[in-house]
């Protein structure tokens, strides 16, 4: 709490006491915009979720008593007869990857107040985004149609595989897709005007969401297609 003394000086008024009256008065705690502090709360429950499924996956893995397929022949790709093990993977990853540094730049230039940059960096951003569904979308049709992997079944190994492949990243890729959608939004709204200059603080709050899909998409990556 601050007070002034005879002299017209301010001090802190020292102790417990000091900490109960500043804590008392209302006033703000933490210098954080509300929305930047509800998209941390929603990102911290959807750790918990991704957290969950990792784990059982790892549970399930461990516990299967049937071989569990090997990733570099099920997600390999046959190009000009050439067999290339992870080829889709690693340019789907990359692809993300390069996304953060676009949503960063985006989330940069919207700072500097160059809306119009930054809403190129979140359009390209939303492209990338877009292009790692179409792949997945490809993942998938190539697994059920070619390898016959199902949720329930198996050909090629233990059955537990398919069901916690298509939940986990069915889970990732539907964030992506709500992610490519936001962004869109976002991106329309800055474009248009709609925010002014202390409004675009909503650009980095949608930077906060992508970056969090991002780095889940990493330990996608490893528990499935590296283990």
Known sequence: MTTQNETGESFTQPGVAGVIADWSEDKQAFDMPWGKLMMWIF???????????????????????????????????????????LLLIAIMTFILITSSGTMAMAVNMAYRGDKRKAVYFII????????????QAFEWTKLIVEEGIRPWGNPEGAAQFGSTFFMITGFHGMHVTAGVIYLLWVARRV?????DDKGLEIVEIAGLYWHFVDLVWVFIFAFFYLW
């Not at 991704?50 to 990733?71: E, G, H, K, Q």
């Not at 390209?124 to 792949?135: E, K, L, P």
């Not at 474009?191 to 925010?195: A, E, K, R, S």
């Open 124 to 135: 390209a951003t939303a492209i990338f985004g877009a292009s790692f569904v179409g792949m």
């Open 43 to 85: 990102l911290l429950s959807d750790t918990f979720i991704f957290s969950i499924f990792l784990t059982s996956y790892m549970t399930v893995r461990i516990s299967a008593t049937d071989a569990w397929p090997n990733a570099s022949e099920v997600f390999a790709l046959e190009i000009a007869g050439v067999h290339l093990p």
């Open 191 to 195: 474009g248009t005007g709609y925010y």
